[in-house]
């Protein structure tokens, strides 16, 4: 099954097969990561710069601020939900992730 | 790799969007295919309709492109009643009401609650009164902006307004330009105060005298790629170009060819010309359209006006705005009046266009700091109109911290943003005219409240910048602002520096205050844009801190979680969206 995914009005929300799931302004919380100097980021989600699939699962690279120190940038690739069954199954964004430095995407990324 | 909004754009845009518009009205919003949605929203923008944000599936956003902000006589009558009968949502806001008009940064006018089938008929009656939606939102041409009173301004040099509604005529529903790789803002300026906001456009006309031919012209510079969104905020560049007014539509067609053949179509972040400008310069920006857009030798630039500008320029001496009561050259007068984040209840747009009628000649103009002016009023009946009681709430004499005030639309309908803005503003506003003293000499005083860094507030250009944040208090996440100071236009126009970061919302006021307090001990003449300029950012840093005060707000909590921020029942499990034409909600089971 395929699975359509961009971001939409100016990097507003992510879609997926045309359905709104995934929104800027949630706190992230993310660990081992290399976006600032905290052991744990406070990450404001501000923008989707890049959105991809990885068989089931999707994938995005955040524009935003850690809340806790300041910094700001784009974080590497997170995953923000799964597709099981046909359905979107979001990640919670305040449970902690980990970024990784290459997506493995499936195909490339489309902007937009 | 081009993106997927360019991919749809090649099958469907422009034009032609009208008519799969008015099918999907037709059949209603569930008739708009599941796996499409995403495709046909991209393409109503350019017909002026922006679907809101989540939570509010099936509504919409309708701009309606007004250039330069004029509205003829008898139009804004027509949009009251457009507002009033279809404007209306399933949650009223408790400022401002049912149904409301927006008048914007960009001299527009924008309605929230749209419902698709009602898209015919209001078309009608916005089109059978001179009135569109087109291109007022997509990639292209978008709604002209220039001096709110161009033709009717005693510090005019070249009357703008002919120039502004023949670019708006040609380029409007121009085949040639209707799908560019991104927005295309331009501005006509004539003034001397420079109230055409040119450096923040990506094409800007401002006035300028230059012999030719042995003859004194007075005509344009010509200035390319500003523009203040994400953070990268850019004044537009000088290239170098003298235009007469009947020239205009030439450069401007040359430009905006420009942009459509060379902006970015792969990455739509790096589309917008300031960035083309950036890569290129403005010497191969001059000699692309030299060589490749334009058939007339381009004269080199003439002198311009700039040292003259008044508008939002951070003086003392002159207020930096329409509002108040102006002598037009005519021997008439035009009343500048002030709306709070430039929204108004539809009872009261009503009212002002009657106003409109009895004193003036009808005719209303929108500004680019969200206010109105009624123009063509005799002096002798002046005092009447003075007197009449709308005027109490939309003042020509308004507080500084009313006058200064201005808010994007923010989490009540917008996707992008990450705070509550407008209710919030008029309640920050409030409180400082309560308990802020302003320090003597200071006229104006702007403070600039955008929901995120799309910064459609303008926020760059004020004396405080507010751009909406996140921070914790207790651990809670609530809604907070990036604080800036120290912006705006002028000769030498100055984006604000970003000082405080992060604070919560609730403690922005008394910041504010504390900030005013420094100021008033601290400076001796100068501006207070002055005293920003000569602190670094270190003593800025020192200079005040956030604190608490008995500004209470209510919008701290993640209103953008909400489906609607001033629901009673305001989760997002509890909306009312998508909905059937008559409101009844679309359950997922039906
Ligand atoms: C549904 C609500 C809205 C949405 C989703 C929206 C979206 C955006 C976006 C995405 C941008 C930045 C993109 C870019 O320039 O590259 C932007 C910029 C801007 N918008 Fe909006 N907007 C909304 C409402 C408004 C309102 C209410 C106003 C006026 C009060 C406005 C006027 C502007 C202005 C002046 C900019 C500045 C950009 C610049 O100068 O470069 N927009 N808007
Ligand atoms: S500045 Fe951001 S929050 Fe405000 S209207 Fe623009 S896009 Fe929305
Ligand atoms: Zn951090």
Same mark, same amino acid.
């Given at each position: 099954?395929?699975i359509d995914v961009h971001q939409l009005d100016a990097g507003a929300w992510i879609s997926v097969n045309?359905?709104?799931?995934?929104?800027?302004?949630?706190?992230?919380?993310?660990?081992?990561?290399?976006?600032?100097?905290?052991?744990?980021?406070?990450?404001?989600?501000?923008?989707?710069?890049?959105?991809?699939?990885?068989?089931?699962?999707?994938?995005?690279?955040?524009?935003?601020?850690?809340?806790?120190?300041?910094?700001?940038?784009?974080?590497?690739?997170?995953?923000?939900?799964?597709?099981?069954?046909?359905?979107f199954r979001p990640v919670v964004p305040e449970s902690v992730h980990i970024p990784c430095r290459r997506?493995?995407?499936?195909?490339?990324?489309?902007?937009? | 790799?081009?993106?997927?909004?360019?991919?749809?754009?090649?099958?469907?845009?422009?034009?032609?969007?009208?008519?799969?518009?008015?099918?999907?009205?037709?059949?209603?919003?569930?008739?708009?295919?599941?796996?499409?949605?995403?495709?046909?929203?991209?393409?109503?923008?350019?017909?002026?309709?922006?679907?809101?944000?989540?939570?509010?599936?099936?509504?919409?956003?309708?701009?309606?492109?007004?250039?330069? /902000?004029?509205? !003829?006589?008898?139009?804004?009558?027509?949009?009251? $009643?457009? *507002?009033? &009968?279809? %404007? #209306?949502?399933?949650? +009223?806001?408790?400022?401002?009401?049912?149904?409301?008009?927006?008048?914007?940064?960009?001299?527009?006018?924008?309605?929230?609650?749209?419902?698709?089938?009602?898209?015919?008929?209001?078309?009608?009656?916005?089109?059978?009164?001179?009135?569109?939606?087109?291109?007022?939102?997509?990639?292209?041409?978008?709604?002209?902006?220039?001096?709110?009173?161009?033709?009717?301004?005693?510090?005019?040099?070249?009357?703008?307004?002919?120039?502004?509604?023949?670019?708006?005529?040609?380029?409007?529903?121009?085949?040639?330009?209707?799908?560019?790789?991104?927005?295309?803002?331009?501005?006509?300026? /004539?003034?001397? !105060?420079?109230?055409?906001?040119?450096?923040?456009? $990506?094409? *800007?006309? &401002?006035? %300028? #005298?230059?012999?030719? +031919?042995?003859?004194?012209?007075?005509?344009?510079?010509?200035?390319?790629?500003?523009?203040?969104?994400?953070?990268?905020?850019?004044?537009?560049?000088?290239?170098?170009?003298?235009?007469?007014?009947?020239?205009?539509?030439?450069?401007?067609?040359?430009?905006?060819?420009?942009?459509?053949?060379?902006?970015?179509?792969?990455?739509?972040?790096?589309?917008?010309?300031?960035?083309?400008?950036?890569?290129?310069?403005?010497?191969?920006?001059?000699?692309?359209?030299?060589?490749?857009?334009?058939?007339?030798?381009?004269?080199?630039?003439?002198?311009?006006?700039?040292?003259?500008?008044?508008?939002?320029?951070?003086?003392?001496?002159?207020?930096?705005?329409?509002?108040?009561?102006? &002598?037009?050259?005519?021997?008439?007068?035009?009343?500048?009046?002030?709306?709070?984040?430039?929204?108004?209840?539809?009872?009261?747009?009503?009212?002002?266009?009657?106003?409109?009628?009895?004193?003036?000649?009808?005719?209303?103009?929108?500004?680019?700091?969200?206010?109105?002016?009624?123009?063509?009023?005799?002096?002798?009946?002046?005092?009447?109109?003075?007197?009449?009681?709308?005027?109490?709430?939309?003042?020509?004499?308004?507080?500084?911290?009313?006058?200064?005030?201005?808010?994007?639309?923010?989490?009540?309908?917008?996707?992008?943003?990450?705070?509550?803005?407008?209710?919030?503003?008029?309640?920050?506003?409030?409180?400082?005219?309560?308990?802020?003293?302003?320090?003597?000499?200071?006229?104006?005083?702007?403070?600039?409240?955008?929901?995120?860094?799309?910064?459609?507030?303008?926020?760059?250009?004020?004396?405080?910048?507010?751009?909406?944040?996140?921070?914790?208090?207790?651990?809670?996440?609530?809604?907070?602002?990036?604080?800036?100071?120290?912006?705006?236009?002028?000769?030498?126009?100055?984006?604000?520096?970003?000082?405080?970061?992060?604070?919560?919302?609730?403690?922005?006021?008394?910041?504010?205050?504390?900030?005013?307090?420094?100021?008033?001990?601290?400076?001796?003449?100068?501006?207070?844009?002055?005293?920003?300029?000569?602190?670094?950012?270190?003593?800025?840093?020192?200079?005040?801190?956030?604190?608490?005060?008995?500004?209470?707000?209510?919008?701290?909590?993640?209103?953008?979680?909400?489906?609607?921020?001033?629901?009673?029942?305001?989760?997002?499990?509890?909306?009312?969206?998508?909905?059937?034409?008559?409101?009844?909600?679309?359950?997922?089971?039906?």
């Amino acid at each position: 099954m395929s699975i359509d995914v961009h971001q939409l009005d100016a990097g507003a929300w992510i879609s997926v097969n045309d359905s709104r799931e995934v929104s800027v302004s949630n706190l992230w919380r993310l660990a081992r990561q290399e976006f600032c100097g905290c052991e744990m980021a406070d990450f404001l989600a501000e923008g989707f710069v890049e959105v991809g699939v990885d068989t089931r699962a999707i994938e995005a690279r955040i524009a935003g601020q850690c809340i806790a120190c300041g910094a700001s940038g784009v974080t590497d690739w997170l995953a923000v939900g799964r597709v099981l069954d046909g359905e979107f199954r979001p990640v919670v964004p305040e449970s902690v992730h980990i970024p990784c430095r290459r997506s493995r995407l499936a195909r490339p990324a489309s902007l937009e | 790799m081009s993106t997927n909004v360019e991919g749809w754009k090649d099958e469907v845009y422009g034009e032609e969007i009208r008519e799969h518009l008015f099918e999907f009205a037709e059949e209603g919003w569930e008739s708009i295919p599941d796996d499409e949605h995403d495709a046909w929203f991209e393409r109503f923008k350019w017909w002026g309709l922006y679907h809101q944000r989540n939570g509010q599936e099936s509504y919409f956003m309708m701009r309606i492109g007004t250039p330069n /902000g004029v509205l !003829e006589p008898g139009q804004l009558e027509v949009v009251a $009643d457009i *507002a009033d &009968e279809y %404007a #209306r949502g399933p949650a +009223d806001n408790p400022e401002f009401g049912g149904a409301y008009c927006d008048w914007t940064t960009r001299q527009s006018i924008q309605l929230h609650w749209i419902r698709i089938e009602d898209v015919p008929e209001i078309f009608d009656k916005l089109e059978a009164n001179g009135l569109s939606t087109m291109q007022a939102c997509g990639d292209s041409w978008r709604n002209i902006v220039g001096c709110p009173v161009a033709g009717k301004d005693k510090h005019e040099h070249v009357d703008a307004w002919p120039v502004a509604e023949q670019l708006h005529e040609e380029f409007k529903g121009n085949d040639a330009y209707e799908n560019l790789p991104r927005k295309w803002k331009v501005s006509v300026t /004539g003034c001397d !105060e420079g109230c055409g906001q040119g450096d923040i456009n $990506d094409l *800007a006309f &401002e006035p %300028a #005298r230059k012999e030719i +031919d042995g003859e004194e012209t007075m005509g344009f510079n010509v200035r390319v790629g500003g523009g203040l969104s994400r953070k990268e905020p850019r004044f537009a560049r000088d290239i170098d170009v003298f235009c007469t007014p009947e020239d205009a539509p030439k450069v401007s067609a040359g430009m905006s060819a420009l942009f459509r053949d060379h902006g970015d179509r792969d990455d739509r972040f790096n589309a917008r010309i300031k960035f083309l400008v950036d890569e290129w310069g403005t010497e191969k920006i001059r000699n692309t359209l030299q060589e490749e857009y334009v058939e007339y030798e381009l004269p080199s630039a003439g002198d311009d006006l700039r040292e003259q500008y008044t508008y939002n320029a951070g003086r003392q001496d002159e207020h930096g705005d329409h509002i108040g009561v102006h &002598e037009q050259p005519d021997g008439n007068y035009y009343v500048g009046l002030n709306v709070m984040v430039g929204r108004m209840g539809v009872d009261d747009v009503r009212e002002l266009a009657s106003l409109a009628d009895e004193y003036g000649s009808g005719e209303v103009r929108l500004t680019q700091r969200q206010n109105v002016i009624v123009t063509d009023v005799p002096e002798g009946s002046l005092d009447a109109f003075l007197d009449e009681p709308l005027l109490e709430d939309y003042s020509p004499d308004p507080h500084p911290f009313m006058r200064g005030s201005i808010a994007c639309t923010g989490t009540e309908f917008c996707s992008l943003s990450i705070v509550e803005t407008k209710n919030r503003q008029v309640r920050y506003a409030r409180w400082l005219k309560e308990n802020v003293e302003l320090p003597a000499g200071i006229q104006d005083f702007h403070i600039h409240l955008s929901g995120c860094t799309a910064s459609c507030a303008q926020p760059q250009i004020a004396d405080i910048s507010l751009r909406g944040m996140k921070t914790r208090k207790d651990g809670e996440p609530v809604e907070a602002f990036d604080i800036g100071l120290g912006g705006g236009l002028g000769e030498d126009p100055h984006f604000a520096d970003w000082i405080a970061m992060r604070v919560a919302a609730d403690e922005v006021p008394g910041y504010i205050r504390n900030v005013l307090a420094a100021y008033e001990d601290e400076s001796g003449e100068e501006s207070f844009r002055e005293f920003i300029a000569a602190r670094d950012e270190e003593e800025l840093e020192a200079l005040a801190e956030p604190e608490e005060t008995d500004y209470a707000d209510p919008y701290m909590h993640n209103t953008k979680m909400t489906w609607y921020p001033y629901a009673d029942e305001d989760e997002m499990d509890d909306r009312p969206t998508p909905a059937r034409a008559d409101g009844t909600p679309i359950t997922a089971d039906d």
